[in-house]
T-cell receptor, first 112, second 110 residues
C-alpha cells in the first residue's frame, strides 16, 4: 500500500514563527500536493509539484512556499506564521497529476 | 474555474437508514472520485467513476455518475456508525489537478 507520511499530527506555533510541514511518500510518485482544509471551505490547493525542484502555485499560495529537493519529500513552509493559517494541512501524492490521490493523515496546525 | 457543490452539507441519520449524498459540477466531469475522511484524519479513497452511467459498489456504498447532469451520487444502504465521517467528491476537470467539493458531514446514531 502507498504510504504518505506527514511528520506531525498536531502542531502549535506562535505568530511570526517559521513553520515547516514535512511530507514523505514511498511509492515513487511524480506528483505531490499540499492542501489546507477549513470548515465550510473544503480542500483548497496551496502548491503542487510535478517533479523534483519543480513547483506550481495552487489556488491559495500566498504566505506559503514549498521545497522538493528529493522525489519522495515535499515540504510546506510558512515563512512567518499568522493566525489565519490555523488549519488542517493535508499532503497528497499521485503517479499522474489528475488521478487518484493518496493522502497523509494530516497536520492540525494552530497558530497562536 | 470548475466548482463542485455537495448536498447536503450535513446529515444525521439513524442506524439502519439509507442515505444519498450528491455532488454537482459546474462543468463537464471527466472523472469523479469519492473520498471519506474520519474526523481529524486524512482522506481515504472510496471509488472512482470515469464514464457516464457508470456505477460502482463497495460493501454498502454505491456511487453513480450522471455525465449529462454533471452529477454524481453516493448512496449508503443500511447505514452503520462506522459510516460516520466526512464524504468528499473530487473531480478531474480536464486540468492538471483535482478539485474537491466542500464535503458532507455524516453522523449515524444508534
Amino acid at each position: 500500500d502507498v504510504k504518505v507520511t506527514q511528520s506531525s499530527r498536531y502542531l502549535v506555533k506562535r505568530t511570526g514563527e517559521k513553520v515547516f510541514l514535512e511530507c514523505v511518500q514511498d511509492m515513487d510518485h511524480e506528483n505531490m500536493f499540499w492542501y489546507r482544509q477549513d470548515p465550510g471551505l473544503g480542500l483548497r490547493l496551496i502548491y503542487f509539484s510535478y517533479d523534483v525542484k519543480m513547483k506550481e502555485k495552487g489556488d491559495i499560495p500566498e504566505g506559503y512556499s514549498v521545497s522538493r529537493e528529493k522525489k519522495e519529500r515535499f515540504s510546506l513552509i510558512l515563512e512567518s506564521a499568522s493566525t489565519n493559517q490555523t488549519s488542517m494541512y493535508l499532503c497528497a501524492s499521485s503517479f499522474f497529476a489528475n488521478e487518484k490521490l493518496f493522502f497523509g493523515s494530516g497536520t492540525q496546525l494552530s497558530v497562536l | 474555474s470548475q466548482e463542485l457543490e455537495q448536498s447536503p452539507q450535513s446529515l444525521i441519520v439513524q442506524e439502519g437508514k439509507n442515505l444519498t449524498i450528491n455532488c454537482t459540477s459546474s462543468k463537464t466531469l471527466y472523472g469523479l472520485y469519492w473520498y471519506k475522511q474520519k474526523y481529524g484524519e486524512g482522506l481515504i479513497f472510496l471509488m472512482m467513476l470515469q464514464k457516464g452511467g457508470e456505477e460502482k459498489s463497495h460493501e454498502k456504498i454505491t456511487a453513480k455518475l450522471d455525465e449529462k447532469k454533471q452529477q454524481s451520487s453516493l448512496h449508503i444502504t443500511a447505514s452503520q456508525p462506522s459510516h460516520a465521517g466526512i464524504y468528499l467528491c473530487g473531480a478531474d476537470g480536464n486540468t492538471d489537478k483535482l478539485i474537491f467539493g466542500t464535503g458532507t458531514r455524516l453522523q449515524v446514531f444508534p
